[in-house]
């Protein structure tokens, strides 16, 4: 099963702080989730990422990842490693979260949160397998934020 929820501000963007304790918060939620620890890949891209939301042909789908790849001006697995000039240069941010050891989580176990992008004042999670459950935690520490279901806007500016 998949969970996925989006936590925005009421107007403003998402600020470096925000996204520090967001990520730092998400990434023990994961781990609790896998019930493994987990590693992070952070990566900040010049411009918004390429996607579809549907399969392509090859051609298509190489095309897609080329362009994500060339837009990728910073790549770290350490949170510290983000600074707040980084964050600000980018038109899109995101984060990966997989279990250490491969073996010791679930099947397929990955997490993902988007920032920036096309909705600024918005993050989106996403745990796989996941229960809309594993974001309790998240939701009870940002009781000032608005939730929705991380695939409409859920903040009044986008």
């Keep these: 099963m998949k969970s996925r929820i989006s936590l925005s501000n009421w107007v ?3 600020s470096f702080s925000q996204f520090k304790t967001l990520v730092g918060e998400f990434h023990q939620l994961a781990a609790a989730a896998f019930g493994t620890e987990c590693v992070i890949q952070i990566r900040a891209l010049r411009h918004n990422k390429v996607s579809a939301t549907r399969i392509h042909d090859d051609d298509v789908m190489d095309f897609m990842a080329r362009e994500n790849a060339r837009a990728v001006f910073f790549e770290s697995s350490e949170l510290a490693d983000m600074t707040p000039q980084v964050f600000d240069s980018a038109a899109y941010v995101e984060v990966s979260v997989t279990p250490m050891n491969i073996l010791a989580g679930p099947q397929s176990a990955y997490g993902h949160v988007e920032f920036k992008g096309h909705r600024p004042c918005q993050a989106t ?10 974001f309790k935690s998240l939701k009870d520490s940002h009781r000032w934020k608005r939730f929705g279901d991380g695939f409409t806007f859920n903040t009044s500016l986008g």
């Design 12 to 14: 403003l963007p998402i």
């Design 125 to 134: 999670f996403y745990l796989q397998p996941g229960d809309p459950q594993d």
